[in-house]
């Protein structure tokens, strides 16, 4: 689960780390009363998930109350990716010379997290230049690894016993709150020569939420989404028109892939998930039915463990429910004969392979 | 790498579970010697045939069992593993789905501390069909005898493929899943190497998807340690979007990290046959295979 840039500075500030004063608001009516608080100049920071949020106009540097105002009741409105904003930062102004950046990440070649730290921030991680990578043991970093880092990092004095605290404790949130990814990016140099996070991206490892029931609470960044990991199935969501649903995540990222390759536009990826049931199924199908971009579903299932009789049970209640898109199937493996019987007599068309069954889902678009 | 051989005692810990008792049965059916079960606190039970422990130390005692498969909850799981290994398990497959990251690199390292191996977390588990032998809930009709190796790092590709090449008179000498989250126990390139040593493995087929660098890891051991063996390949997800997990928690590309065209071009630059689809593996195996 990725947080929101004020969330995550919510968890900076909890681990000691420096960021600059500022207010969430959820509506340009709570803006006066935030710049009471934050003073001016203030940056006004749209709370999106997607990349490119200055580029599109989501950060705003206001000088002035009105300034602030408008720019604020503009952003509210402005979505990025597709996606609106539901809450804006107002954040005190930090003037500022260098930019550097400092991560604690997954390394999944190593199998360990690491320490990422370089000089030139602003930039993406991959393509950034004379980056320090520490690799951090379970226990955690100590000093004994941070402050050869910040060395390296060629900070001293000062920036660098800074340096050294803003890397323990970012490691060190990372590891009481389990996250994926905490990322400062930039770590600004203010004027007065202290180092201040001035973003955050902070990604929670899914599967340890069961750890942390605060996250849990969280509400999802995609209704349907939350509401299929409730079920137990994956879903993403998708810009195309073609529902995409099979058993297994790497056959339906297959699925996807002959789709695309045969010129449709998935609108969805479901993964059923293995040995599933015919009331996952159900929930499953139900969830594609108020997709509202699909026209049409397409249907590959691999039955192993996954019976094709009991997808083809739910298939044949949903359908039966109404309000179905028309549905294209291949179901081969177990109990593959009788899932044809059931499905006789309803508009579920069978196929006999996947790419049969994908031509014609992609022509019917 | 140590993998049982035929008749080799191995336990099931959370056998009482609906999915452990089911499979339990499933591996017995196959040829599997499921020697004993563990589930604390249901000591003196008998799930499909099999007599029930309360911790793996007593059921190691009494079968001698050097491997263990687990089907235990996620929050259970580190627990069971550390538990399995420190009984003195050498082989520990982790079918068990949605484990903490943090938990699965503590088992990392203590099965490295210990010379143990990790199949897994998220793995259908792997299966010997020369040998009868499963350790796993792979569909056992997928596949035949042979002297192919397949590792995958999905199931249900693993059980397509393998469908696809039994068809088309390739059998396997071994079909495992490396697993599909970020941190496998065991990785792509160790199990080359293990299959690079074996004289019943005659060439291998990777299935990798997006996410992470193992691809690209193994593309470079092929090329540096010039692989004896043909290698062929599939990565699913050219058609996935980035920033997207998508059902595997290891399936996401960042920026550019994790790409199916990254994976593709490592592969073809390290002289691995590439498939674009699964239903093209066979006929790129024919094309370059003696049966």
């Not at chain 1, 934050?38 to 200055?54: D, E, H, T």
């Not at chain 1, 509400?219 to 058993?247: C, I």
């Not at chain 2, 039970?45 to 099999?50: D, M, N, W």
């Not at chain 2, 540096?224 to 058609?239: L, Q, S």
Request: proline content about 5%.
């Amino acid at each position: 689960m990725r947080l929101f840039e004020y969330q995550g500075k919510d968890l900076l500030r909890r681990y000691g780390v420096p960021t600059p004063v500022s207010v969430t608001v959820r509506g340009p009516e709570e803006v006066d009363a935030a710049l009471e608080k934050v003073g001016l100049p203030v940056v006004i920071k749209s709370q999106v998930l997607a990349g490119g949020r200055g580029k599109a106009g989501g950060v705003v540097v206001a000088k002035t109350m009105e300034e602030a105002r408008e720019a604020a009741s503009r952003i509210m409105e402005l979505r990025i990716g597709g996606e609106k904003p539901s809450a804006l930062l107002l954040e005190k102004a930090t003037p500022h010379g260098e930019e550097m950046y400092l991560s604690v990440t997954l390394d999944r070649g190593k199998r360990c997290f690491v320490v990422i730290g370089g000089r030139l921030g602003g930039v993406d991680v991959e393509s950034m230049q004379g980056k320090v990578i520490e690799p951090v043991p379970i226990g955690g970093l100590g000093r004994p690894l941070a402050e050869p880092m910040a060395a390296e990092m060629g900070l001293t004095g000062e920036q660098g016993e800074q340096l050294v605290s803003i890397a323990m404790d970012l490691e060190r949130l990372s590891r009481e709150e389990e996250c994926e990814l905490v990322e400062v990016n930039p770590l600004a140099m203010a004027e007065d020569g202290t180092l201040v996070a001035l973003d955050s991206k902070v990604i929670l490892d899914d599967n340890a939420l069961f750890r942390h029931p605060e996250f849990s609470q969280l509400p999802p960044e995609d209704p349907l989404e939350g509401e299929a990991s409730k079920e137990g199935f994956a879903f993403v969501r998708l810009e195309g028109d073609l529902a995409v649903v099979g058993n297994g995540a790497g056959l339906v990222l297959s699925t996807l892939d002959l789709v695309t390759d045969a010129g449709g536009r998935p609108a969805c990826f479901l993964d059923l998930g293995g040995g599933s049931q015919r009331e996952r199924v159900e929930a499953a199908l139900r969830v594609v039915k108020r997709l509202p971009n699909a026209r049409n579903v397409l249907v590959n299932i691999f039955g192993g463990i996954t019976r094709a009789s009991d997808v083809a049970e739910g298939l044949k209640n949903v359908v039966g429910e109404g309000g179905m898109q028309p549905v294209f199937a291949r179901l081969s493996g177990a109990e593959e004969e009788r899932a044809r019987a059931i499905l006789e007599g309803t508009p579920v068309k069978l196929y006999e392979t996947a790419q049969e069954a994908v031509r014609a889902a992609v022509s019917a678009a | 790498m140590i993998l049982p051989e035929k008749g080799d005692p191995v336990i099931v810990q959370g056998i009482t579970g609906k999915y452990g008792s089911l499979h339990a049965g499933l591996m017995k059916q196959y040829g599997t010697n499921v020697a004993a079960g563990v589930t604390p606190g249901k000591a003196g039970e008998t799930v499909v045939g099999v007599k029930v422990y309360d911790g793996v130390a007593d059921a190691v005692r009494a079968t001698g069992a050097r491997s263990s498969v687990i089907f235990v909850p996620a929050p259970r799981f580190l627990a069971a593993a550390e538990e399995a290994l420190n009984a003195g398990i050498k082989l520990v497959v982790a079918i068990t789905e949605h484990v903490p990251i943090r938990d699965e690199l503590q088992v990392v390292e203590l099965a490295r501390s210990l010379g143990a191996t990790v199949i897994g977390p998220n793995t259908p588990g792997v299966i010997l069909p020369s040998k009868l032998l499963k350790l796993g809930i792979m569909p056992v009709t997928s596949f035949r005898p042979g002297r192919i190796a397949l590792f995958s790092r999905s199931g249900t590709l693993m059980y397509e493929i393998a469908h696809q090449l039994s068809t088309s008179g390739f059998g396997q000498a071994i079909a495992l899943g490396i697993g599909g989250d970020p941190i496998n126990g065991s990785t792509m390139v160790e199990w080359f190497e293990w299959a690079r040593a074996r004289d019943d493995v005659s060439a291998v087929v990777a299935v990798g998807e997006i996410g992470g660098d193992s691809e690209e890891r193994l593309a470079q051991y092929i090329t540096e340690t010039r692989f004896p063996k043909p290698v062929f390949a599939y990565v699913a997800g050219r058609a996935a979007p980035r920033e997207k997990r998508m059902g595997h928690a290891g399936a996401i590309i960042y920026g550019n990290y994790g790409t199916a065209e990254s994976k593709i071009a490592a592969f073809r630059s390290a002289g691995v046959k590439v498939a674009m689809t699964p239903t093209e593996i066979p006929a790129l195996l024919s094309a370059n295979l003696r049966k």
